[in-house]
């Protein structure tokens, strides 16, 4: 609601309104669910390019699966993370248009036969299953400009509504299946996938995404230009966020080929001009893989298609590098397991497949064109790029932080700031004035205020806003390092009970504000939330220690608890092993609230630092090149 009224120009005016109303404005903005719809930095990333998009007057379109249940609801009992459903979809979602005349037919497995048409080979996918996938468009204005671009979600539904034969033979059970087995598919984000059915529901969530998507933006090109595939290139770009949505590669193939009698050359040479990918990782183990077993089954002529991929790369490959067979395995689409079984690499799928492959920090860029990448950098060395990440300002400082914005405008004399950041260098030369830093400080004191409440009100706990706040709110992973973070707060607790007196009349108070969700599989994660909770309790209730030092877990941390702990914070953590984090995008949100940033030299912070001065920074830690050397190796 907000984002909106902002954008549009009008929150001042509707806030009047709904005060003759006898309604307040921040009261009926806190009732706003918060959507949930993506993961961490990355969904949020997401929403931050679409803000962008239609403010910057581009033609874009966002795609995503419209969860019944988003980002699951996390409740602390006992210090122990509880999963719960988010309801989010309750009362429905008066942003949507539910598009009903807009939907596709989704396939699943079955089998395919081959036939003769025309003297050339045809391939059906005869599917075992199938459902539909129904478009809800939200509409996304852009800031002080009369364009709106679209985010279309899809949400499944069955092919048929009810099995009437089944009912009237008594078979209450399997008349509704088909319509729970449907719905399954856009009920949670990130299903657990510990277990094969987990699994098998993942990647029936990322086809059914991707196909929608695909047949919606083949129609619309279709309509506008009919029998003329030369400018598909030149009208449509496919922006893959990490490995998700690559399956969208031979999706898009079998359009091509199957369903409108194209080539292979011909269809291959238009996927490659069409996608791009963006990499979100450094890490070897997190990069997709899907057995070969499941995909044969859930996605029959998908996989057909890949093999045929795979074969054509490696005669590439073949032809640089000739019969270095090592090479030729290690860059393979499909692995070959260890126990006899096989993967589909899916981030080798996409680079092979897109015409730019980027990373999402400068460092983060160079290391995977030196490590996961290696091969396919030393393949195609001008296909490797950086796209350093980015927040929205707008979002993360105008709109969060109203008082900050008021201050950054009446010194810099207008608000063009909201729209090209670079103008913030004019503060430089007001650094020094003294009644400017007593405003800065009481704009921080108020949001801390703010801060101080809301963690009353979820917690329990009384927190001093006249204390320093070391907050790091992110999702748990012990490559982020909270544990390292609740490390060196057990060690500061310890100094406290050591210290006299007249030491502790010294210290500056300090309340550290750890928030974040563990996926539910991660059981490591789990402990590392219950060790907070656990040092919370101990440190809160110290008496002896009092407000020197506090401890606060803030629980369900989402979007909205984000617009409340930012702009309150004057120290955050962003500590992750260097080479370990690709960019980070809630260091750039602390950074442009006046927060002070203590990390390591990883990801965007190398950036920031370049930006705004290593000195405004307490950077610690061994370094990328540094990290191989300390680490211990295990001789086991």
């Not at 005869?126 to 996304?140: H, K, M, R």
């Not at 969530?205 to 083949?218: E, K, N, P, R, Y």
């Not at 004019?426 to 009644?435: F, K, M, V, Y």
């Not at 800065?440 to 801390?448: D, L, Y």
Request: overall charge neutral; proline content about 4%; aromatic content about 10%.
């Amino acid at each position: 609601l907000l984002n909106t009224l902002y954008n549009l120009g009008i929150k001042d005016q509707y806030m009047e309104a709904l005060s003759e109303l006898g309604y307040d404005l921040e009261a009926i903005a806190e009732q706003e669910r918060d959507a949930a719809l993506g993961n961490g930095g990355l969904g949020r990333l997401a929403a931050c390019f679409l803000d962008s998009m239609a403010t910057l007057n581009l033609p874009a379109w966002g795609y995503g699966i419209r969860y019944s249940y988003g980002m699951f609801r996390q409740s602390i009992v006992n210090g122990f993370q509880h999963e719960q459903p988010d309801y989010w979809l309750t009362f429905g979602n008066p942003w949507e248009i539910e598009r009903l005349i807009v939907s596709y037919p989704i396939k699943f497995y079955g089998h395919v036969s081959v036939h003769q048409e025309e003297g050339r080979q045809v391939f059906r996918w005869n599917a075992g299953e199938q459902v539909t996938a129904v478009a809800y468009d939200n509409p996304i204005p852009g800031f002080r400009t009369r364009n709106c671009i679209n985010l279309r979600l899809w949400a499944a539904k069955p092919s048929r509504e009810f099995d009437l034969e089944a009912f009237n033979t008594g078979d209450y059970v399997q008349a509704i299946l088909g319509k729970q087995r449907a719905e399954t598919l856009s009920s949670v984000l990130y299903p657990d996938d510990r277990t094969y059915e987990g699994k098998e529901l993942r990647l029936k969530q990322q086809h059914f995404f991707v196909s929608a998507t695909l047949q919606d933006v083949v129609r619309r090109y279709k309509e506008a230009h009919p029998n003329n595939w030369d400018l598909l290139p030149e009208r449509v770009a496919f922006q893959l966020n990490d490995t998700h949505p690559t399956i969208a590669v031979p999706e898009l193939m079998r359009i091509l080929m199957d369903e409108n009698k194209l080539g292979w050359t011909a269809s291959w040479a238009i996927c490659c001009k069409v996608f791009a990918f963006t990499n979100h990782t450094v890490l070897p183990e997190a990069l997709e893989k899907w057995p070969v077993s499941l995909m044969e089954k859930l996605l029959p002529r998908h996989m057909q298609i890949v093999y045929d991929i795979n074969w054509r790369f490696l005669q590439t490959v073949r032809a640089k590098y000739g019969d270095d067979w090592e090479r030729i395995s290690r860059m393979s689409i499909i692995e070959d397991g260890t126990q006899g079984d096989k993967f589909v690499r899916m981030a080798y799928l996409a680079v092979a497949a897109s015409h730019t492959v980027n990373g999402v920090a400068a460092i983060h860029s160079d290391i995977i064109k030196n490590t996961i990448f290696k091969d396919f950098a030393d393949l195609f060395p001008g296909k490797f790029q950086n796209k350093t990440n980015g927040v929205t300002q707008r979002r993360w400082l105008a709109f969060c932080n109203p008082p900050l914005r008021r201050l950054i405008t009446e010194r810099l004399g207008s608000d063009e700031w909201i729209t090209d950041l670079d103008r913030l260098r004019g503060l430089r030369e007001h650094a020094d004035d003294p009644t400017l830093q007593q405003a800065w400080r009481t704009v921080k004191h108020q949001a801390k205020q703010r801060a101080a409440a809301k963690i009353h009100a979820l917690t329990g706990v009384k927190v001093s806003p006249n204390a320093l706040f070391d907050i790091q709110i992110k999702r748990i992973h012990e490559y982020k390092r909270q544990l390292l973070n609740v490390l060196g707060i057990i060690h500061r607790y310890d100094a406290i009970k050591k210290m006299s007196p007249e030491e502790r009349s010294k210290l500056v108070p300090r309340v550290c504000i750890i928030g974040g969700k563990a996926a539910p599989g991660y059981e490591m994660a789990k402990r590392i939330i219950k060790l907070m909770c656990a040092v919370g309790e101990k440190i809160n209730n110290d008496r002896d220690v009092g407000d020197l030092l506090k401890l606060v877990f803030y629980p369900d941390y989402n979007v909205s608890g984000a617009e409340i702990l930012i702009p309150a914070s004057e120290l955050s953590q962003h500590i992750s092993t260097a080479g370990t984090e690709a960019s980070g995008t809630s260091n750039m949100k602390f950074q442009m609230n006046g927060c002070l940033i203590i990390g390591t030299m990883d990801g965007a912070n190398i950036e920031i630092a370049e930006e705004g001065g290593a000195e405004n920074m307490f950077i610690f830690g061994a370094k990328t090149e540094e990290v191989r050397a300390v680490l211990f190796v295990s001789p086991l």
